[in-house]
């Protein structure tokens, strides 16, 4: 590495702690967005309307995998994705180890995929590695073969058309499954303006989009693509809402606190929003919460979320369930 290639992940690190203010913990993040829904106690446990999590993880910042147990039977979640890590490298599209363990100390592959053969029914697991690996086609294929639903969560430093990232989108059109892509601007999957290309030239691919940029950008007034977590009135129309509007093969992932602050931030819209794109918007929690209840937890709050909001029963059911269940073929 050189002393210019340093400096440059020097300073997009730094960037991404000091300047765009992304690592914030779940119960701040939820303190900005969370408002009223905190409040209404719901009864989410109803075994007439199972809840699909398309996004969890295995030991996310040091959570014994028993709470993630507890913690979506709590939400009233009936079928959970575990999302793997990619293995812990130095690599650039690591930011030298910066971001391994998707930067939550997550873990990879063969945990995900252990935990899910022994709770049947209740977890799956997808598939993933980092994409400039030597043998990251073979490792991603290998667990697709056991029957992975998906690759994801791809979280790298890597630009989104690079050529690395076209290899994994080839082998999910081999295998026809979706790929779930975190967009952060100047940090992940880079290139945000140009992924229509890619939704183009891969129109077989189902890619599924979600964080902070990707959420941000449903707005056609944000301006800036260094607040990642912007708050008020959104005008429909931003890139994210014409490129759901455009292409077939793109879904959203309502996760984190990206998500649950694009859905309580402006009500009107989010009603709008969901209204808009119902057969293509998934409920995500990438909660690291233990208990599954309360202000801390992302997961609980946007399923309140998605309930209140959502402008019929047939939609909610849609986004909590039904979508994934057929993109997924769970």
Known sequence: MTEKEYSRREFLIRNSILGFGTILSIGSVNSLFAGSFIQNNLDLRNPNEPIIDIHQHTDYSGRNNEFLLSHQRAMGVTKTILLPSGRPLSYGSTYYGYSNGLQASATGNEVCFQYAKSHPGEFVSGANEVPDMPGAISEIEKYLKLGAPVIGELKFGLDCDSKHMQNIYELAQSYNVPVLMHWQFNMYNRGFERFHTMLKKYPKVNFI???????????????????????????????????????????????AGSGLGSLTRDEDHARGFLERHQDKLLFGSDCSDKAGSGNSCLGVNIIKAIRQLSPSKEIERKVLHDNAKKLFKL
């Open 209 to 255: 989009g979600h964080a902070q940029t990707w959420w941000a950008d449903i707005d056609k007034e944000h301006t800036d693509p260094n607040v990642l977590y912007p708050k008020g009135k959104i005008t429909s129309g931003g890139l994210t809402d014409r490129l759901l509007t455009e292409y077939s093969n793109l879904y959203a992932d309502f996760s």
